[in-house]
């Protein structure tokens, strides 16, 4: 088996029975803020793209490029599907030109043509991705791959399953706007930041101790920031506050954990798995070493050849004859209306200043949850505050986009504020900006709330519900006591095991008692 690694979470994955090319991702992507690093826009992409099988994993931007899908990769390729609750992925490949599809089934092993043989395990809650997340699972003449790329599974249970994984590739760095577009002190920014860089590479060496792969490949990020105004996000300024560590970052910290079977894949990269996956030969286009030695210089090369594409992106933002106000009245009312549980979980009014293009005047809107309308701000308080410029809006209108998490919110080109604890409800419902989006978060929402996880672990002298009440990773993995506070390592959240509260944002109370003396 061959794998070449061609940006990001990009690879092409080749065996005597079939290629295939996972996740291509090369032109920029959420309002022209992320760019792929290293750069891959070189590589010879008439040849990559022409394969047997395609697998985009999920609809975010950095996984699906559909310029560069239309443009490159072979209408001939069969796509592996994910088992997704919605049909978006599908219809938008189809768009593309795409008219094979192989519509998986979510952890069913399915034999290809040549022996070749595919899994692919989808997670489906509305906090997955855009209302989905996935992992790639291959094996062909006993060597056996797993793709996770930046899918979070509770566990890796299923895949172990199979039998050995001799190459596990999975995210290690940041893809996310916490902490950096926070209004905070900056010493606070740092700290929240080292917590999440922290947490990161736990996760991380979670995943990799539970699979045991031969070999370990870090991708999916992290993505390089080429815009001025978004320049201090790149991992370059000796902060240790900076979520978005490389590859090279990952080897390092690795080492420190015992680790060293990592391989990372530059593209044009390629790894020869030999001895049924025992033995791994790459070769790179350049040094490892010397190219992260050289990282701000090959940074600021791509800032100036990029920055015409940045700025003819800009230049396609403002839309002065909509009347935003009016708009999002008109889209986003019936859906308050249609909300229960997000509404619910929201629980107030979230404001929006929109900044002028010549920056002098600020619009203020509030979408009021509680009171299912759209508004102009009066002098109110508010659980969420977001300030960003008004063209930005415009065009998530223009271009009628449902997902402003997949497009503004990822852009990091907005600065927020907000009272109290983390709120996953406000991302979710403006992710969920269609009809289809929300009553399928409702109804997933509305069944996790009813079930009831009956299982319990130990914890010290605590007895605890085994499934995490955020998003039910196993907590006899993911679980870790201290004193009496709870962490899931899976995304970082904590509760408070004598009240049962979430610690890190609202609603999730986890069921927790004292367990019994002995005698």
């Known amino acids: ?24 991702w090369v ?29 985009v994993s999920h609809l975010h931007r950095d996984h699906f490029d559909a310029a560069h899908l239309k443009r490159f990769i072979s209408k001939k390729a069969t796509v592996l599907l994910p088992e997704y609750p919605t ?31 595919v899994m692919i395990q989808a997670l489906i809650s509305p906090t997955d991705g855009p209302i989905g997340d996935s992992s790639l699972w291959v094996e062909y003449d006993g060597v056996r791959v797993l793709n996770q790329n930046d899918a979070r ?57 539970d699979l045991k792969a031969d070999h370990v490949f870090p991708i999916a990020g992290p993505p390089c920031f080429l815009d001025d105004e978004l320049w201090q996000f790149n991992d370059i300024h000796g902060d240790e506050g900076n979520i978005f560590p490389n590859q090279s970052v990952f080897l390092t910290e690795y080492a420190k954990v015992g680790g060293n079977n990592g391989i990372v894949l530059l593209p044009g990269s390629v790894t020869e798995l030999s001895d049924q996956g025992a033995t791994a030969t790459t070769t790179h286009p350049t040094p490892i070493d010397e190219f992260f030695k050289n990282k701000k210089q090959h940074l600021e090369e791509m800032r100036d050849r990029k920055r015409p594409i940045i700025e003819a992106e800009k230049a396609s933002w403002r839309h002065p004859e909509i009347d935003v106000l009016k708009e999002l009245k008109k889209r986003i009312e019936p859906l308050l209306e249609e909300s229960i549980y997000l509404a619910k979980g929201v629980g107030g009014p979230v404001r929006f200043d929109l900044v002028s293009y010549d920056g002098d005047e600020v619009e203020s809107i509030v979408v009021d949850f509680p009171g299912k309308q759209v508004r102009p701000y009066v002098d109110e308080k508010v659980r969420y505050r977001f300030r960003t410029q008004r063209e930005l809006i415009e065009h998530l209108i223009f271009i009628d986009e449902g997902d402003w998490v997949n497009s503004l919110f990822l852009s990091c080109r907005f600065s927020a504020a907000r009272i109290g604890q983390y709120n996953e409800f406000v991302y979710a419902f403006f992710k969920c900006l269609s009809e289809e989006r929300l009553q399928y978060a409702e109804g997933w929402y509305d069944e996790h709330e009813k079930s009831v996880d009956a299982e319990d672990i130990q914890f010290g002298d605590w007895t605890v519900q085994r499934r995490c009440p955020h998003l039910k990773a196993d907590l006899s993995r993911f679980g870790i006591l201290d004193g009496n506070v709870l962490t899931c390592q899976l995304h970082g959240w904590k509760f408070d095991l004598p009240s049962g509260r979430c610690l890190t944002g609202v609603g999730h109370k986890i069921r927790a008692s004292k367990t019994a003396e002995n005698g």
């Not at 750069?39 to 047997?52: A, R």
């Not at 902490?179 to 002190?185: D, I, N, R, T």
């Not at 929240?192 to 995943?207: A, I, L, S, V």
Request: with cysteine; proline share 5%.
């Open 153 to 209: 599974p509770a566990d890796l249970t299923r895949f172990n399953e199979l039998g050995h994984v001799h190459a596990h590739m999975l995210q290690f760095s940041g893809a996310i706007w916490y902490p950096m577009v926070y209004e905070l002190p900056e010493n606070a920014k740092t700290a929240f930041g080292k917590q999440k860089r922290e947490r990161q590479f736990d996760r991380t060496w979670r995943y990799i101790d």
């Open 27 to 55: 032109n920029p992507a959420y309002f022209a803020s992320w760019f792929p690093f290293p750069d891959n826009s070189q590589l010879d992409w008439e040849t990559l793209g022409d394969v047997d099988y395609l697998y």
């Open 87 to 117: 049909s978006q992925l599908e219809d938008e490949l189809r768009e593309l030109g795409f008219t094979s599809f192989l519509r998986t089934r979510s952890d069913e092993v399915h034999e290809l043509d040549g022996g070749l043989k």
């Open 1 to 24: 088996m061959r794998i070449t690694g061609t940006g990001h979470a990009s690879m092409r994955i080749d065996t005597a029975a079939g290629s295939i090319l996972c996740d291509p």
